[in-house]
Every structure is written in C-alpha cells, then in structure tokens.
C-alpha cells in the first residue's frame, strides 16, 4: 500500500448529463509504467484531465502520497507534482521552443525591472533537449518544427516541472519507430529516478515492451487490470472491444486497372526525382521515417504545395501546376495527417465535417435537401462508428480518435477516385481499424485508387499492393506485396 503514489477512488464524471466515467478505482504506485488501453471515446482522456486538473470531477477522491488531495487546476495538479502531455498539442507556433517550455512562468532577470531572462531560458531547455538526446536550438520556433519534435518539446515541458506522476496521452501516435524507441529509453530512465508514468496508446504491441501494469476501460469503466507478464496481446482485444479481431488486413488482390496517378520526376522543397505511379483497384503505399518527405509528396499531388520540377499526371494527363481546387474537381482527396490543423473544422457539427467536402458536389444536381445531409452524415457516422449522442455533436467534444474518424469518413463520402490516406489510423483503436481496412479494401475493389503514407509497417504490409520507400526526399526502393518485409522496407529507409 505504502508504495502507492497517487490512489484514485469512485471517481465519476458526465458531460451534459452523458456519464463518461462511472466510479473509476486505480492506484498508480512508485517507479511504475501503469498503461490505460480502450477503444476511443472509452473516457481515457477525460479520467486523465481530471487527475491533471483540466476538468473538474463530478464525484469521488484523490490520494496522492497517501494524504487526500484537492485538484481543481492545472497548476494545482504541477505543484502537487502531476504533470500531463496532452493527446492533442499544446504549443503556441510563433513562439521559440524555450518560451514554450517556460510558458506562463519566465525566470526574472532582476525584480525591479522584471526582465525576462531569455539567456537561462534558452541554457535551461538546452540542457532539456540534450538529456532528451535532441539537438535543436532551443530559439526555433515551434513553428518549423515536424510533430515528432513538437511532441519531444511536450516531453521537455513536463520534464521542466520534475513530476513525480507523468501522464503521457498516445505520445507515440505521431512518433516513428526510431523516436519511439528513444521516448521508450526516457521513459525507463524517469523510471529509475523514481518517476511514475500514466501511459495510453492504442499501440498495442509497444505496451509489452513498457508496461508494468495495464487497465483496460471500456465504456467509461474498468473490465479489468492484468499483470503485464500473464496478458496476451489477444486478451487485451477481447478485453478493450469485447470481441475478438481476426483478419485485421482483409484484402482481395485482382488484376489491376488503368494508371490513373502518376508522378514524373517531380520534385518541390523537400524532395526531388520522384517517380511513383497508382492503378485503379491498387493500394500502394509510402514507407519512410518522419521528415523523409512523404507528407509532402502527398500535398504536392494533392495541391497544397507548389510543384517545382517534373509533373503529377492523372488519368494520363500532364499537369505542371495544381491546385487543392482542381485535385478537388478531378476527384482526388486527401486524408491529412494533421487532422486537427488541416482536417476537421472544431466547430462545427460532426454533419456539417462529414458532408462539408462533398458540398459543392450535391449543391450542382440540386439544393441540397436538410434530409440528404442527415442520411449521409448517419451512414458514415455508423460505418465508421463514430461514437456520439448524434450527428449534430461539436467535432471538438469527440475523443480523439473520433475526431480522426470525422475527418476520415468526410473524404470517404466525397467519392473521389484517387484517394491519399496519411497515417490513416493514427489514434485509432484497433476495432476502428480493422473498419478503416475494411472500408479501404472496399474502395479499391470498386475501382478507386488508394496511395497511403504510414509509419505502421505491418499495417502497410498488410494492405499494400506495392510498396514505395522514401528516404531524404528520395524514392529509394520499390516492393512488391510479395516481395515487402519490414527488415528489407526498414533497411530501405535508414
Ligand atoms: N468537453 C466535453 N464535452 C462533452 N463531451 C465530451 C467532452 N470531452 C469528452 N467528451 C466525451 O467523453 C467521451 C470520452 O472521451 P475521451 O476523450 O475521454 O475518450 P478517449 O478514451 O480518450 O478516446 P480516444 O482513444 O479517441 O482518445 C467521448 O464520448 C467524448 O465525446
Ligand atoms: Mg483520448
């Protein structure tokens, strides 16, 4: 009992009178790796912005160190030495990565001018980058950074705040294997300074290799905790979604179509000489670490950015210049990898997301009838089990997950014919998944075109027809299905 940090007792809480936990019991003890698995929108965020003093909850108790504690800010949560990185970012972009860090508590030069020391600033997060192992100068702006830095520059922030309790929410939905395996080592090394981690990923095989302890939530309660040595990766499936998966990657492989996306030695900022081409009923996918240039390749078929060299044929045609308006109009639809940027607009309803692509599209047969959008935006909301009370839900009150999954369903029903998926199931539970598989496999039996970036190789084993890989801007190899292992796409890669 005594090596028990932070105890946590009946704790429930509901949103407009919609519980989303219900007399939750934990204890998260010293030294330990304490992993929270369940499927998305199971209320694994919300229990942990209760314990970090984001939300308030509706009933029951807080121990830390044994002595019962009242946490109703975030800074109570810091002083009382609970520190969180959040599932979404944090971080203000036109602002140094130093100032991030210190946000909001700047050390003083003198107190009478109250000057900001910018010098011990920028000695102090260099010395949190360096144990980091990152070498960036603490005067870049977050801005210019990629997600897997901005995600370390979370990790520095908490760090800064010595937490006896670190809760990481998905720190690696956004990172590679490589920055996985580095967080992986921090991870251990705050372990043996005595530091407790929460830790939720929906990663399943990396939880083996870093938990101590695993509880799984499934509809706002515990099912269960299991010790790390006697659960299977299976059990802990059947435990999250309460059925098993079988054939996660069902896909049917025939001859395929015509070419109908194609790149001729195109090059822009961050990369160059890129070749690649997609079949109609073909997934091919894009394998690289972060920054290789993928994302980029992506926007520039997509528009987004500006073509330097070579050309983007579709359907055969030659295309020297593209805009996001003229993919639009040829049918082209990109999933982005950064949903929350470029994805779903907050705001507005999960209706509104899901049908906003398409918009202009019914607009042109007729006006588009209140009926129509509802009976689109319920079809994909069930296909894709987008968990919520209905279809006029603000998108920035789902989880995180299903924030993805909005995103994802807006661009399946704008029915494009070329279609550009980047890391399409980050952040998704594994059921979701294996819906997002499904749905793909289901596009490309029906004649569609999918090119897909992802940093999950089994995930682009299992659904690629041909595998590209991307290396400084560079394709650097080609494989087949049958050819394709991770040992040769990873020596590909590096
Ligand atoms: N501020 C809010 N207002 C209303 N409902 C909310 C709010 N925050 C979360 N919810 C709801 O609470 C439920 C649990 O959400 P939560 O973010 O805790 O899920 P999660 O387990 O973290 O899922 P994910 O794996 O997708 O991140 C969801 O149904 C969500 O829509
Ligand atoms: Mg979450």
């Known amino acids: 009992m005594n090596d028990t940090i932070l105890e946590i007792r009946n704790i429930s809480k509901s949103f407009s009178g919609v519980p989303v936990l219900e007399d939750i019991n934990m204890s998260i003890k010293k030294s330990e790796v304490h992993v929270i698995v369940g499927e998305n929108g199971a209320g694994k965020s919300t229990l942990m912005k209760i314990i970090s003093g984001v939300y308030r909850k509706d009933k029951g108790d807080l121990f830390f160190e044994g002595k019962p504690v009242q946490i109703n800010s975030v800074q109570k949560a810091l002083n009382v030495g609970i520190g969180i990185i959040h599932q979404e970012f944090n971080l203000l972009p036109h602002r140094s990565i130093g100032q991030n860090i210190f946000l909001g508590r700047e050390p003083i030069k003198s107190n009478f001018l109250k000057v900001i020391d910018h010098d011990l600033i920028c000695k102090k997060s260099k010395e949190l980058l360096d144990y980091l192992g990152l070498d960036i100068d603490p005067r870049t702006l977050v801005y210019n950074l990629g997600i897997a830095q901005q995600q370390m520059v979370e990790v520095a922030k908490a760090l800064c705040f010595k937490s006896k309790v670190l809760i990481m929410d998905e720190p690696t939905a956004t990172l590679t294997r490589k920055e996985t395996v580095k967080l992986f080592e921090i991870i251990r090394k705050l372990k043996s300074e005595g530091v407790s981690i929460i830790y939720i990923s929906h990663r399943l095989e990396e939880i083996k290799q870093i938990a101590d302890t695993l509880t799984v939530l499934r509809d706002g309660r515990i099912v269960g905790d299991l010790s790390i040595e006697n659960a299977s990766i299976d059990q802990i499936i059947r435990m999250m979604v309460g059925r098993e998966i079988k054939d996660q990657y069902k896909r049917q492989y025939h001859m395929h179509g015509e070419e109908v996306l194609k790149t001729e030695n195109l090059g822009a900022k961050r990369f160059s000489n890129v070749n690649i081409n997609v079949h109609r009923g073909e ?101 894709l089990g987008i968990k919520a009370p209905s279809v006029n839900k603000l998108v920035k009150l789902l989880s995180g997950g299903n924030q ?91």
């Open 283 to 383: 997934i091919v996918g894009l394998s690289g670490l972060v920054g290789a240039g993928r994302t980029e390749i992506a926007k520039t078929i997509f528009g987004e950015d500006a073509i330097e060299k070579g050309s983007v044929n579709i359907y055969g045609k030659k295309y020297h210049r593209m805009s996001t308006q003229k993919a639009t109009k040829l049918r082209i639809g990109l999933v982005p990898e950064d949903r929350k940027e470029e994805g779903a607009i907050m705001e507005m309803s999960i209706r509104h997301n899901i049908v906003h692509a398409v918009l202009p599209r019914l607009f042109k047969s007729s006006v588009i009838s209140k009926k129509t959008e509802l009976a689109v935006a319920t079809k994909y909301m069930e296909e």
């Open 404 to 494: 993805q999954k909005v995103v994802i369903a807006k661009w399946m029903c704008a029915d494009c014919e070329i279609l550009i998926f980047d890391e399409p199931t980050r952040g998704i539970d594994v059921g979701a998944k294996a819906e997002i598989y499904g749905i793909m496999s289901e596009l490309v039996e029906r004649g569609k075109a999918i090119l897909m970036i992802s940093s999950d190789l089994p995930e682009l084993i299992g659904m690629c027809d041909r595998i590209y890989t991307i290396k400084d801007g560079m394709v650097t190899a080609e494989f087949s299905r049958t050819e394709a292992t991770q040992e040769k796409i990873l020596a590909a890669c590096v």
